[in-house]
């Protein structure tokens, strides 16, 4: 289903301002930007790239086991997911993204939540 | 020009920072708010190397002096992001005193976008490497389907034409007491059994011209003339057949199970096409056909039957025996004979 959002919304390059965008704002983000602070760039825009291009069920899949060794040092908590969420969200309606396909998107990054907040398991 | 009126063009100049600085001590002269953005603002009397400590001073000296120009990029630490800045320093051509103009472009987006689209074809390089393998195996799968030249055809046209071959050859071979092993043995002993043989039978086949059509159970059925015709395939077939005689009896003499067949050829016309849209399969009809399925019965265990109407073909290459005339259901009355290794393929292994 989420496999056309990738395509419908324009593929790469109406996907590449959202990746853009979206990295910003996480950058910015006063509750999370911090986690990213040090990170090296073009390892972080890979990162997000691949990741959302994953959720729109773009040319990637990202494993959970992935998800979980990216994060598994950070201590993420459920509001950090939480405004990671939110500042997605804002991003894709933004950019245009009918509600619909934004709860499409959400519920796929929700079925990440575990993933991405599992600490310490390596 | 004053310094004044300089700082006041380029204060417009905005998003690109600039700064002046003397060109025999690189001391800070000016500049603009930009650059006191990035490198913070430099204090009176600050030399480019203090605001700038990333940047090697003789680099710059020695490129000024060679091209007149330095190019570098520096990165910055502003707040969380890393600033990505292009510097090129290039000096006034104020004969008198000798300034330089140190330029800072912020190139942060197209590094970010840069890395984004490595990311992304790195992603589409894989998926298209995944593809181009997912290919190579449906093409495989489909090559052992049909022949080649008929995959070609279904390829480009999408559908493959039924083809009359008016002069074929066919070999068709079958066990003796097949029923009977795969009742008495594990399912999986049977197939891999067939496999084995199979396997080596598709080599002869391919070695000696002819192509494997399919197997029905333990029976093996290849043809010659067709889709590429031969004007060989009476001898390719034979051929085959005394060398599928031969492996068995080789395999018998150092495997556990032993194997007998019976061999028919047959001559005469034949169509070949895919059967089915959703689960193709390529086959063969005609009366080659039908004639090597009748004659495979007439075999004894290890011999090869074929239909007199081959003799003048076969007769330099091999050795014919005649086994007179025989009533063939919906052939009827036909000569047949059967068919040996020649001389020369007894010689050459030393057996027969």
């Known amino acids: ?122 | 020009m004053s310094i004044t009126a300089i700082n006041q063009q380029l204060l417009r100049a905005i998003g690109v920072g600039i700064a002046v600085v003397r060109g025999d001590d690189l001391q800070f002269l000016f500049s603009n708010g930009p650059f006191a953005e990035w490198f913070g603002k430099p204090e009176a009397g600050a030399s480019l190397q203090e605001v700038l400590p990333d940047i090697d001073v003789d680099d710059v000296r020695s490129a000024m002096e060679q091209t007149g120009r330095f190019n570098g990029e520096i990165s910055v630490k502003l707040k969380r992001r890393t600033l990505v800045i292009a510097l090129s320093i290039s000096s006034t051509d104020a004969e008198a005193s000798d300034l330089l103009v140190v330029e800072c472009q912020n190139i942060t987006r197209i590094r970010e976008l840069e890395s984004m689209i490595d990311s992304y074809s790195s992603m589409v390089e894989r998926n298209t490497r995944e593809l181009e393998r997912e290919k190579e195996r449906v093409e495989r799968l489909l090559l052992n389907l049909m022949p080649r030249t008929v995959y070609e055809e279904f390829k480009t046209f999408g559908v493959v034409t039924p083809q009359l071959y008016e002069s074929v050859s066919v070999v068709m071979l079958d066990f003796v007491n097949f029923t009977k092993f795969a009742a008495n043995h594990d399912p999986t002993v049977t197939l891999g059994e067939l496999n084995d043989i199979f396997t080596a039978f598709d080599r002869i086949a391919e070695q000696f011209g002819c192509e494997r059509i399919k197997t029905i159970g333990d029976a093996y059925l290849a043809v010659a003339g067709m889709p590429e015709p031969s004007p060989d395939h009476m001898r390719a077939v034979a051929n085959c057949a005394v060398r599928f005689i031969r492996y068995l009896e080789r395999r018998n003499q150092s495997h556990q199970y032993k194997w007998e067949a019976r061999i028919g050829l047959g001559t005469g016309s034949a169509v070949g096409s895919v059967v089915g849209i959703q689960k193709y399969v390529y086959d063969v009809f005609g009366s080659a056909v039908n004639l090597a399925a009748r004659l495979q019965a007439f075999a004894n265990p290890m011999c090869v039957v074929a239909p007199d109407s081959m003799k003048e073909f076969l007769v330099e290459e091999f050795h014919l025996d005649d086994l007179g005339k025989q009533e063939v259901r919906s052939f009827g009355e036909m000569r047949l004979m059967r068919v040996n290794p020649g001389i020369e393929l007894s010689r050459m292994t030393g057996r027969f």
């Open chain 1, 1 to 122: 289903m989420s496999k056309a959002l990738f395509d419908k919304y324009g593929g790469f390059k109406s996907i590449s301002r959202i990746v853009m965008d979206f990295y910003d704002k996480v950058l910015d983000s006063d509750r999370i930007g911090d986690f990213f602070d040090g990170i090296d760039m073009p390892k972080l825009i890979d990162h997000q790239t691949k990741f959302i291009s994953a959720l729109l069920g773009g040319p990637v899949s990202y494993s959970d086991e992935r998800l979980r060794r990216a994060h598994a040092s950070l201590d993420l908590t459920h509001e950090d997911f939480d405004e990671i969420r939110l500042l997605l969200s804002e991003t894709l309606s933004e950019h245009g993204f009918s509600p619909q396909d934004i709860d499409k998107v959400m519920i796929e990054i929700e079925a990440r939540r575990t993933s991405i907040l599992a600490t310490g398991m390596s």
